[in-house]
């Protein structure tokens, strides 16, 4: 039997990896620091003392607490159930490279699109593509969390890989490009633009704004765009600050510097394919907005 203070430091060696696994899983960071506390309180009364490989059982029992997570937030257990909040945004500085702890909840490029595609998949589908696609846990390991078999396990992870892979275009790799685009976008709202703005958006588009009610969705480069007066009243009211959002270009806006929103953006070539707006000011309140306010 390892000793609890052994047993905290091999943890504590863990927790930064686990904490990502429970992010891409569950969309919310204060969700995943639960399922990471509830992975260390089954470790503490656990006899661990035969298992071979410490990370990849406490990886398989982290997504075995979100999965159970994620089946009480749904209607019925396997059912998909589309998005009804944004995911948790990570706000990181455009000017430094993020901390570690921030780079591993940013890898693989997970955008805040992409998190509102995998609230789309029903859990078990959800935990095998994260699983499998993003931390390379092999379907034999996966096959037991989602009591299926491993050719099942392998079905569920290619269900979702094709909802993914259809519907989130791949992001522009250049963080220089990106900002581009979404400048000439300011610029745009800041003058009323609607043709500019139309030429800037991608023709599919797709803006969900979160302000703590059901999440507004808007699809198509003309219904966006027909949003102009809204974005020159933001530009206009707030203050912008520039930042890294789920390691893409975003803003962190403020007015009479209390955190007013978060806007995302996915930038495609050198068009907008997604803009993510959170403006429930409780949950602005428990973010981490230093990275971009100092």
Same mark, same amino acid.
């Given at each position: 039997?390892?000793?609890?203070?052994?047993?905290?430091?091999?943890?504590?060696?863990?927790?930064?990896?686990?904490? $990502?696994?429970?992010? @891409?899983?569950?969309?919310?960071? !204060?969700?995943? #620091?639960?399922?990471?506390?509830? *992975?260390?309180? &089954?470790?503490?009364?656990?006899?661990?003392?035969?298992?071979?490989?410490?990370?990849?059982?406490?990886?398989?029992?982290?997504?075995?607490?979100?999965?159970?997570?994620?089946?009480?937030?749904?209607?019925?257990?396997?059912?998909?159930?589309?998005?009804?909040?944004?995911p948790d945004p990570v706000i990181t500085s455009e000017s430094t490279t993020p901390d570690p702890e921030h780079e591993a909840l940013?890898?693989?490029?997970v955008g805040l699109a992409l998190l509102v595609v995998l609230e789309s998949l029903s859990p078990a589908e959800r935990l095998a593509?994260?699983?499998?696609?993003?931390?390379?846990?092999?379907?034999?390991?996966?096959?037991?969390?989602?009591?299926?078999?491993?050719?099942?396990?392998?079905?569920? $992870?290619?269900?979702? @890989?094709?909802?993914?892979?259809? !519907?989130?275009? #791949?992001?522009?790799?250049?963080? *220089?490009?990106? &900002?581009?685009?979404?400048?000439?976008?300011?610029?745009?709202?800041?003058?009323?633009?609607?043709?500019?703005?139309?030429?800037?958006?991608?023709?599919?588009?797709?803006?969900?704004?979160?302000?703590?009610?059901?999440?507004?969705?808007?699809?198509?480069?003309?219904?966006?765009?027909?949003?102009?007066?809204?974005?020159?009243?933001?530009?206009?009211?707030?203050?912008?600050?520039?930042?890294?959002?789920?390691?893409?270009?975003?803003?962190?806006?403020?007015?009479?510097?209390?955190?007013?929103?978060?806007?995302?953006?996915?930038?495609a070539g050198d068009r907008i394919t997604a803009i993510d707006i959170l403006s429930d000011r409780e949950r602005l309140a428990h973010?981490?907005?230093?990275?971009?306010?100092?």
């Amino acid at each position: 039997m390892h000793d609890e203070q052994f047993l905290a430091e091999e943890f504590e060696g863990h927790r930064t990896h686990l904490r $990502a696994v429970a992010y @891409r899983m569950l969309g919310s960071l !204060t969700d995943a #620091d639960d399922a990471v506390q509830e *992975a260390w309180l &089954r470790l503490a009364r656990t006899d661990t003392s035969d298992v071979g490989n410490l990370g990849g059982w406490l990886t398989t029992v982290v997504g075995r607490v979100c999965l159970d997570m994620l089946r009480t937030r749904k209607t019925r257990s396997e059912e998909p159930l589309e998005a009804e909040h944004l995911p948790d945004p990570v706000i990181t500085s455009e000017s430094t490279t993020p901390d570690p702890e921030h780079e591993a909840l940013l890898a693989d490029s997970v955008g805040l699109a992409l998190l509102v595609v995998l609230e789309s998949l029903s859990p078990a589908e959800r935990l095998a593509f994260v699983l499998h696609d993003m931390f390379a846990l092999p379907y034999e390991q996966i096959a037991p969390i989602v009591d299926r078999t491993p050719q099942t396990a392998k079905k569920l $992870a290619s269900q979702a @890989r094709r909802r993914v892979q259809g !519907t989130t275009p #791949d992001p522009s790799p250049d963080p *220089a490009g990106q &900002r581009r685009v979404v400048d000439a976008f300011l610029t745009a709202a800041r003058g009323g633009d609607f043709d500019e703005l139309l030429r800037i958006l991608d023709p599919d588009v797709v803006l969900r704004a979160d302000s703590g009610a059901a999440m507004r969705v808007i699809r198509g480069a003309t219904a966006v765009a027909g949003q102009a007066e809204t974005f020159q009243r933001m530009v206009t009211l707030c203050t912008i600050h520039l930042a890294r959002v789920n390691g893409h270009a975003g803003l962190v806006n403020t007015i009479d510097n209390a955190p007013f929103s978060v806007i995302g953006f996915t930038v495609a070539g050198d068009r907008i394919t997604a803009i993510d707006i959170l403006s429930d000011r409780e949950r602005l309140a428990h973010l981490d907005l230093t990275a971009a306010l100092g």
